[in-house]
């Protein structure tokens, strides 16, 4: 007669220490090394786990090339920014053996389980491999970007909205010292969550963002009128994916990067040429580009870092396979890995409408 608990011999496995890859995906962000720490720490300590940290994301995984990490390896890693395991975008899937590869990987180094730190192309890639392997995995979201389905926050992105509020806090006196337009731009590429964010939190002017094309001549109005009030110098925020109502201005040509994506910056620069042209008053660009993504993680991205890679390997001893770990209500939760889908979780328009723009002008 056959077990009456089918996944006895399987749930068994997970009482013992496991052997646990680890990878981090796409563009990097501050708390990615707080959640590899987080993760050896919980595993090693709670459960006597083993961790390999692939380089270089996928590459690592196909080339088999890995660090071993442990307790002492990893001391140190909770306020650095980066990833200590390297970061690349891509997939196996850009190469012909790539899944055969990372199958050959899984089954020589006997690895019980994988946890890909990816925003949403390295966790959409994940949720296809899963389907087409069945191989063991789970996902952290991460991006300064705050854009991935099923959670309410990315870790990245407060920090990235602290760097943009400071420089926005700096650029406050210097445009007003000059009487000039300041046209800040930050990243975001489908969505404008860093832009509103530190809009808000820095008193934009006026915020510019993906998910309602602009008017310039609007744009141009509001500053006109501010500095016709007497309120001298404007601080107009873009996210770097914003875009005009069509046949409203020229946009820039974007180059693509190696998987075929815009390489964005330089909207700023148009909408400063503009606003110089139709106001008469002087613009100047700022972009705070990777400044963003670098260095140290707030208190607040390196504590969801830190639950996150708790709840990660808990997750994993728990046999909760295709799942991600997410923020939802403040709590740490898992959800279907499938809720991330491919699409920018975009932002609460509500936010832009009924907060935000309360304060343009
Ligand atoms: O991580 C997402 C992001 O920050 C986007 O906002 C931006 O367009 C992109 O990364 C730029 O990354 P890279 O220069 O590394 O390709």
């Given at each position: 007669m056959g077990s009456t608990r089918p996944h006895e011999e399987e749930l068994r496995s997970y009482a013992r220490g496991m052997r646990i890859g680890v990878l981090t995906g796409g563009g990097d962000c501050p708390g990615l090394n707080a959640v590899i720490r987080a993760i050896v720490r919980t595993g090693e300590t709670r459960h006597g786990d083993e961790f390999l940290g692939f380089l270089d994301s996928w590459d690592g995984v196909m080339d088999q090339r890995y660090v071993r990490l442990d307790v002492p390896s990893v001391?140190?890693?909770?306020?650095?920014?980066?990833?200590?395991i390297g970061t690349r975008r891509g997939?196996?899937?850009?190469?012909?053996d790539g899944v055969e590869k990372v199958r050959q990987c899984f089954a020589e180094q006997s690895l019980d389980a994988l946890v890909v730190i990816g925003g949403n192309g390295s966790l959409t890639v994940t949720t296809k491999l899963i389907h087409d392997t069945g191989l063991p995995m789970i996902g952290v979201p991460k991006t300064?970007?705050?854009?991935?389905?099923?959670?309410?926050v990315t870790f990245g992105f407060h920090t990235a909205v602290q760097i943009a509020t400071d420089a926005i806090d700096r650029l406050h006196t210097t445009a007003e010292s000059h009487d000039r337009v300041m046209v800040v731009e930050v990243m975001g590429r489908d969505t404008g969550w860093i832009a509103t964010y530190a809009g808000i939190a820095g008193g934009a002017t006026v915020i510019l963002i993906p998910e309602l094309p602009f008017d310039i001549a609007t744009v141009c109005d509001v500053v006109s009128t501010r500095h016709r009030r007497g309120r001298y110098a404007s601080i107009v925020v873009v996210a770097e994916g914003a875009t005009p109502v069509p046949g409203t201005m020229d946009m820039p040509e974007y180059r693509t990067d190696h998987i075929g994506r815009p390489r964005f910056g330089g909207v700023s620069a148009d909408i400063a040429r503009e606003i110089e042209t139709r106001t008469g008053f002087e613009a100047r660009v700022v972009q705070i580009g990777h400044v963003q993504r670098g260095g140290t993680p707030t208190a607040y991205d390196r504590i969801l870092s830190t639950r996150f890679g708790v709840a990660a390997v808990e997750a994993i001893h728990r046999g909760e396979f295709a799942s991600m770990v997410a923020l939802r209500s403040s709590k740490v939760v898992t959800v279907p890995?499938?809720?991330?889908?491919?699409?920018a979780r975009t932002l609460d328009l509500d936010l832009y409408r009924d907060v935000a723009s309360v304060f343009f002008g």
């Open positions: 001391r140190g890693l909770l306020p650095r920014g980066g990833t200590v997939s196996p899937y850009d190469r012909p300064i970007d705050n854009d991935v389905m099923g959670t309410d890995l499938t809720e991330v889908d491919g699409r």
